[in-house]
């Protein structure tokens, strides 16, 4: 039976179609996607979005219509999912990290081991950077269950893109619930502050500025790598830092700052560490985007998972609506959009085949 998704509800971007083939791919159910992205300046698919129905069409020997750039009405039948090899170059700096969260919901459930060489944009606006991908969101997945090795090759920064990451993913046969209610004492803060093309007082100044705010607030013994990367091949310059915290409990809350143009660097600095003590003062466990990015898994975990959220987002509400009606689960939720909330599902218990 094929499930008609709305592109359009609540924020109407692509994180409706990319989670909606997602969970197609991982279940084999068959999905139409219509008004894709409607909510956007240029409705209808881009290159990374592309990129994702074609992966996802290869790796479960599915068929798709609608497959072009532009289009907004996607028709997507896959079969069992494969392992194996695969390259995937998006060809833009669309964000290597977006396309790997519509991949990884259905290689865990591949045939056999998958590896993925990624080409894109690891460090691009509106997009988790790939350090938060690496140090947040990897070390909830493996709470689930699931193993996921990443190597950054090589950093891409917008509009060039050319960044590449390698991906190994182990298959599992049911993925475990998630629960995480309770925030405990902060322990450790660190990071990755990087600069590209750039002077290497940039890289520096980040973290510095980092460090500064983080101190100003309490929070000592902060420790931030600097990854100063003068050339070594990169297409084009760019900054970055990803700051994470890292509780008794074994919780990690993930920020993230850019850079840009005629940005200080002092400013990346201080809005990645402004952003994380807001984090850490919601005293939740979950941060607001790791919040949306565990929704399909706990929707396809075996048992109940439960998370408080430091904030409900229109990308987590979306991602709910999308894991219910293909996967017919029911979400309970405790708070408002905007604000902290507790997050429920009992899981569709969705197993490889």
Same mark, same amino acid.
């Given at each position: 039976?094929?499930?008609?998704?709305?592109?359009?509800?609540?924020?109407?971007?692509?994180?409706?179609?990319?989670?909606?083939?997602?969970?197609?791919?991982?279940?084999?159910?068959?999905?139409?996607?219509?008004?894709?992205?409607?909510?956007?300046?240029?409705?209808?698919?881009?290159?990374?979005?592309?990129?994702?129905?074609?992966?996802?069409?290869?790796?479960?020997?599915?068929?798709?219509?609608?497959?072009?750039?532009?289009?907004?009405?996607? &028709?997507?039948?896959?079969?069992?999912?494969?392992?194996?090899?695969?390259?995937?170059?998006?060809?833009?700096?669309?964000? &290597?990290?977006?396309?790997?969260?519509?991949?990884?919901?259905?290689?865990?459930?591949?045939?056999?081991?998958?590896?993925?060489?990624?080409?894109?944009?690891?460090?691009?606006?509106?997009?988790?950077?790939?350090?938060?991908?690496?140090?947040?969101?990897?070390?909830?997945?493996?709470?689930?269950?699931?193993?996921?090795?990443?190597? +950054?090759?090589?950093?891409?920064?917008?509009?060039?893109?050319?960044?590449?990451? #390698?991906?190994?993913?182990?298959?599992?046969?049911?993925?475990?619930?998630? +629960?995480?209610?309770?925030?405990? #004492? &902060?322990?450790?803060?660190?990071?990755?502050?990087?600069?590209?093309?750039?002077?290497?007082?940039?890289?520096?100044?980040?973290?510095?500025?980092?460090? /500064?705010?983080?101190?100003?607030?309490? &929070?000592?013994?902060?420790?931030?790598?600097?990854?100063?990367?003068?050339?070594?091949?990169?297409?084009?310059?760019?900054?970055?830092?990803?700051?994470?915290?890292? /509780?008794?409990?074994?919780?990690?809350?993930?920020? /993230?700052?850019?850079?840009?143009?005629?940005?200080?660097?002092?400013?990346?600095?201080?809005?990645?560490?402004?952003?994380?003590?807001?984090?850490?003062?919601?005293?939740?466990?979950?941060?607001?985007?790791?919040?949306?990015?565990?929704?399909?898994?706990?929707?396809?975990?075996?048992?109940?998972?439960?998370?408080?959220?430091?904030?409900?987002?229109?990308?987590?509400?979306?991602?709910?609506?999308?894991?219910?009606?293909?996967?017919?689960?029911?979400?309970?939720?405790?708070?408002?959009?905007?604000?902290?909330?507790?997050?429920?599902?009992?899981?569709?218990?969705?197993?490889?085949?």
């Amino acid at each position: 039976m094929l499930v008609e998704i709305d592109g359009s509800i609540y924020e109407g971007g692509g994180a409706i179609f990319r989670n909606s083939l997602a969970l197609s791919a991982a279940t084999q159910r068959p999905v139409k996607v219509f008004r894709i992205r409607a909510k956007r300046s240029k409705p209808g698919l881009r290159p990374q979005h592309l990129m994702v129905a074609k992966a996802l069409t290869r790796m479960t020997l599915g068929k798709a219509t609608g497959l072009a750039i532009g289009s907004q009405e996607v &028709i997507f039948y896959p079969q069992r999912v494969l392992g194996g090899s695969y390259v995937l170059d998006i060809g833009t700096a669309g964000s &290597i990290t977006l396309l790997l969260q519509a991949i990884l919901p259905a290689a865990v459930f591949a045939s056999s081991k998958v590896k993925l060489k990624v080409i894109g944009g690891t460090d691009v606006p509106m997009a988790p950077p790939v350090d938060y991908f690496h140090h947040v969101f990897l070390p909830a997945l493996r709470d689930m269950g699931v193993i996921v090795h990443l190597k +950054l090759l090589r950093r891409g920064h917008y509009p060039k893109g050319g960044g590449i990451c #390698e991906v190994e993913v182990d298959p599992v046969n049911v993925l475990a619930p998630i +629960l995480r209610l309770e925030r405990g #004492e &902060i322990t450790r803060v660190s990071g990755v502050a990087h600069a590209v093309r750039l002077p290497k007082h940039v890289v520096e100044r980040i973290a510095s500025s980092a460090e /500064d705010a983080l101190r100003r607030h309490g &929070i000592e013994g902060v420790e931030i790598k600097r990854d100063y990367r003068p050339n070594r091949g990169h297409l084009g310059p760019g900054a970055g830092i990803v700051l994470w915290a890292i /509780d008794d409990l074994g919780n990690v809350l993930g920020a /993230d700052a850019l850079g840009k143009r005629g940005k200080p660097s002092e400013q990346v600095g201080r809005e990645a560490a402004e952003k994380l003590i807001k984090e850490i003062q919601s005293g939740c466990p979950v941060d607001r985007h790791l919040g949306d990015m565990l929704i399909p898994y706990m929707a396809m975990a075996s048992g109940r998972s439960e998370i408080r959220v430091s904030c409900l987002t229109l990308h987590t509400l979306s991602n709910i609506a999308v894991a219910e009606k293909i996967l017919g689960v029911s979400f309970s939720i405790s708070g408002r959009e905007g604000a902290p909330a507790t997050i429920a599902v009992e899981g569709a218990a969705i197993r490889r085949s």
